[in-house]
């Protein structure tokens, strides 16, 4: 018997060529780049040499370039692929590729290590013993390699791609050594995308999806807390579908926010201590919570205090996540749904159709409606205020009268994270982009970036406040080099503000949080730091020139800087629940 054999045809090339021929097929439009260095410059030649479709967008540091990929990555719901230079390149890309852990975002990064023939001979760069710069990485990726062998190539960056959007995302890191990224070897056949990426969604369980509706329609007084996972899923329209027709509330998780149109009059908001009161009143009330991909973090759940939002039991859960470990981790569950959200209530749906069951009222209705007015009313209060100086609510009610619904919002950490988050009303999932994993400072500027690249044709404004913009300012670099029309507002108060507020109301007083020379405020005035970036700027002091200053900037074509000097006491509607912080003080605190 003769033994049939599949002959592989092999070519030569350098590694980075091979690297670029599989993103190729793999349809990357772009590469993020930190600083190019030695070990993986061969990349950016490569894209050069072939004469490559792929752009490589490069920032001015790696931590920008971190959140740039991400903010791709969120906007688009496709993977983004980013690029570091060794061990300098991948310790200062550690907080963004956190947040893409914490908050489900597929990036993968292909980075490098120095040369594999000068491993453990202390080459420039390394990690001793056996250059390991790549092992930081083991708590904050799905998985990761270290690759010197031409013939794993392939099969390590199929297994990436696979790793990063396969269940619940996250990042992938490739760290390839810089001799095999230089030389030429022998690559065999590029193995398609789409033969190592699964093309289908898991659904939970039939019975537990039958069980889960009938727990629904039991129920007097159900809500759906929809999280980060249905907006990873993309489960808008299924969510809106189950909402609508069982007449049932629904709120979201900061993560999940724009999931469901803040618009509907079934949307009561953000739950949890930097949420709304409207949602955290009615999810407090109901007897029935479906949760849709939320962890049931601190912020979100008060520090799981059951006499704040939820209190299980006596209310019921219904929990649906792709990844079985967060359910039941912390509050018993009532009917388990193991799968996509999507995938997963569409399954919900066809029975829903099959047994012609709707609830033609919402029981809650009156309910809601007075807590929106009463929310409402607290909202235009704040914003109809008598002085000069601009209040954080002016920008947000500016910002909502100018942006059209396709617009993109992006926020850091702090008050430019939980004003939006709170008050800002979005329409789609890509309209308000947020760190709502590891919350740091700076990352807004990086994921506006990556938005106006994933999204061209809409309107990108930045906020940040100034402690995350002295972190990010190189961004205006990258703005400005790439011709991106982003907006970038910055709450300007000198000042940690949301640590500031803890202080005082824990400890009675900030420190090292408030920034003052000789007892008086210490500005920076980031509307000149623009200028000299070659962006176009202004800054805003008045309350009254607020406005029209946002509209100009927003109108113009290319970046553009709005300074706001804020007071650092600026109020904004109470959520009705304290975060519940551990420590001193009643836990009683403003922001």
Known sequence: MVENRVSVVMSQKRGSEAVIDYLEQASIDQIFFGPIGHTN??????????????RPIEARNEFVAGYM?????????????????????????????????????????????????????????????????????APITKAKW??????????VLSNAFSQAVTGKPGPTL??????????????????????????????AE??????????????????????????????????????????IPVATTDSGKGVFPETHELSVGVVGAAGSRVANRIVADADLVFAIGTRFK?????????????????????????????????????????????????????????????????????????LKSDWQAEFHALVDHDNAQVQVVDIVSSLQDILGPDAILTGGSGRNKSVPAQLYNVHN?????????????????????????????????????????????????????????????????SAYTGIASLQKAYVGESMGTEFDIDSKRYDVD??????????????????????????????????YVVDVILPRESPSPNPGVDWGLPGRGSGTWER
């Open 69 to 137: 990929a991400a903010g791709y990555a969120k906007a688009s719901g496709e993977p983004a692929v980013l690029s570091a230079h060794t061990t300098p390149g991948l310790g200062n890309m550690v907080a963004p590729m956190a947040s893409a852990y914490v908050n489900a975002t597929p990036v993968v990064n292909i980075s490098s290590t120095p040369p594999a023939k000068w491993w453990g001979r202390s080459p420039h760069h390394e990690i001793p013993p056996y250059s390991e710069t790549h092992e930081i990485y």
């Open 206 to 247: 039939p019975d537990a999806v039958a069980d889960a509706l009938e727990a629904l329609v039991d129920a007097e007084k159900p809500v759906i807390l929809a999280g980060g996972g249905a907006k990873i899923s993309r489960a808008q329209d299924s969510i809106a579908n189950v909402a609508e027709r069982l007449s």
């Open 298 to 370: 601190e912020l979100t759940t008060a520090a799981w205090n059951d006499k704040e939002i939820f209190s299980f039991p006596p209310q019921r859960l219904i929990q649906l996540d792709i990844n079985g470990a967060e359910i039941g981790k912390y509050y018993p569950v009532a009917v388990a749904l193991v799968g996509d959200a999507d995938g997963t209530l569409c399954a919900l749906a066809s029975i829903l159709d099959e047994r012609d069951l709707s609830r033609s009222t919402c029981p809650q209705r009156a309910r809601i409606d007075d």
């Open 429 to 493: 999932p890509e309209s308000l982009l947020l760190d709502t994993g590891v919350g740091t400072m700076g990352a807004s500027p990086g994921y506006a970036i990556g938005a106006q690249i994933a999204h061209p044709d809409r309107d990108v404004v930045c906020i940040e406040g100034d402690g995350g913009m002295h972190l990010s300012a190189s961004a205006f670099a990258t703005a400005r080099e790439y011709d991106l029309p982003i907006t970038f507002v910055i709450f300007n108060d």
């Open 41 to 54: 410059f061969e990349l950016w030649h490569a894209l050069e040499e072939t004469d490559s479709p792929i």
């Open 146 to 155: 270290k690759v010197n062998d031409p013939g794993r190539v392939f099969e």
């Open 526 to 559: 980031f509307s000149k730091m623009a200028e000299a970036y070659g962006v176009s700027s202004t800054q805003v002091t008045e309350s009254e020139k607020l406005h029209s200053a946002l509209e100009t900037a927003i109108a113009h074509d290319g970046p």
């Open 174 to 203: 490739v760290a390839l050594a810089a001799d095999l990224l230089g030389e030429y070897d022998e690559y065999g056949e590029i193995p398609a995308y789409s033969t190592h990426v699964p093309q289908t969604r898991s659904i």
